[in-house]
Each structure stands twice: as structure tokens, then as C-alpha cells.
């Protein structure tokens, strides 16, 4: 039964260890970052790319429900799985459910070398804003969109030494007045969903059906 990955290449160093550490030889594709920012262009860029996988039976994506752009998915031929996570910062953190309890304690905004490397992030924002309206003001700006976070938490995943971009991250945290700490991750669901583990944490779609809200279990909530 041949598998197939599709993962977004913020996740390509956790992604890569997991399946190092688990001996899985899956192929990937892997799906460019900053189509997060457009979830529409994203959703049409994985559909085009499952349409292209003729071969496999099962196509697990490797993605977090990512502002809704996994709803309508589907494949003719493959099975689809999709860990059940809000986005992929759920996903290194063990669930929704954990992530849940981790944010209890204090509002955070999160950070790993993927991120910092593919993501438009906070930090490309911020930067771009001291080029445009200089430092004080953009400290002003950056203090009142984060008047509610207390933490800037970078998850170690293992999968690159976390100490070479502690340095920017202590400053990244620094500038916007936040407290660094360092977590370690959980990436039991990605070893799960490579191991074809797949129990209630993951969605599970036969051929010729699509995803829908009622298969993410977030029905009357809002995405975290």
C-alpha cells in the first residue's frame, strides 16, 4: 500500500528527522509557506497537487486545518489523512488538547528555525515596520498588538541544534517585550501519522469524498 506526503515546507526539518527516526521512505512534496497567508491559492495549490499523485493509496498531508484552506479537499483514487489540528504549531506541541493546557498558564507566540526561515512571521513584520514608520512608533504599534502575550516560546523539536538561532530569538523577543522560554516539543501525532497510527487525533477521508468542517471536529468553535 504506497503512501505519499504532502507537507508544508516550514515543517521540512521535523518532517525529514521523523521519518529518518522511524526508517519510513515516503515520498514528499513539499508545498510552499507563504501560501498560508492565502488560504484560497493555498487550497487550489494542494488540490492540484493531490490530483498529480495517481500511484498511492493513501496521501497523508501533513498541514494544520491552516485558516480552513483544507475544507473541499479531495481525492479520486487515494485515501486522505490529516492530523486533526488547528495549525501546525498544534501539531509540534501533541494536539490541540496539550496546547490547550500549555496556554492556560500564559499567551505565547511561537517560534522554531521553519518559522523564523519560511514563514512571513511577526519578526519579518516587525523589521518591515521600523523600516517604514522607525523604531518608537513600531514599538508602539507592536505593544498594542501584543498587549495580551506575555511569552516568545521557541519549541525545540530536535531536529536542528535550537542554541544557533537562540541568539535571534533573544533578540526577536527582546524587541517586542517578551519573555523567551524554551519548550520542548511533542511530535508524537507526525510519528503517528508516518506510522499510519492514525486513532481520533487524525481525519480520515475514503476516496471520492471530501473534507468538511463536520470531519475537523471544530464545529462551533474558532480555530485557536
Known amino acids: ?60 498531508l501533513i498541514f494544520g486545518l491552516c485558516g480552513n484552506a483544507l475544507l473541499g479537499l479531495a481525492s479520486t483514487n487515494a485515501t486522505l489523512v490529516v492530523p486533526r489540528v488547528d495549525d501546525c504549531i498544534s501539531l509540534f506541541l501533541g494536539g490541540n488538547s496539550k496546547r490547550k493546557m500549555i496556554e492556560e498558564k500564559s499567551a505565547a507566540y511561537y517560534l522554531t528555525k521553519g518559522w523564523l526561515r519560511y514563514e512571513n512571521n511577526i519578526w519579518q513584520e516587525y523589521t518591515r515596520s521600523v523600516e517604514k514608520y522607525g523604531k518608537e512608533r513600531t514599538k508602539g504599534i507592536f505593544g498594542t ?66 473534507i468538511t468542517m463536520q470531519d475537523t471536529g471544530i464545529c462551533g468553535r474558532e480555530l485557536q
Open 145 to 210: 498588538m501584543l498587549k495580551h502575550y506575555t511569552h516568545l516560546v521557541v519549541i525545540d523539536t530536535g531536529a536542528y541544534d535550537t542554541g544557533l538561532f537562540l541568539e535571534e530569538a533573544k533578540e526577536i523577543a527582546a524587541e517586542l517585550n517578551l519573555e523567551l522560554k524554551v519548550i520542548p516539543a511533542d511530535l508524537d501525532l507526525l510519528k503517528d501519522a508516518l506510522e499510519q497510527n492514525w486513532h481520533e487525533e487524525f481525519i480520515v477521508i475514503e476516496p471520492g469524498k471530501t
Open 1 to 60: 500500500m504506497k503512501t505519499t506526503i504532502i507537507a508544508c515546507k516550514t515543517l521540512e526539518d521535523e518532517v525529514n528527522q521523523t521519518l529518518t527516526k522511524t526508517e519510513i521512505g515516503y515520498p514528499v512534496k513539499w508545498i510552499e509557506s507563504g501560501l498560508h497567508n492565502y488560504p484560497e491559492k493555498l487550497r487550489d495549490t494542494l488540490q492540484n497537487t493531490i490530483d498529480e499523485i495517481t500511484d498511492s493509496d493513501y496521501i497523508l
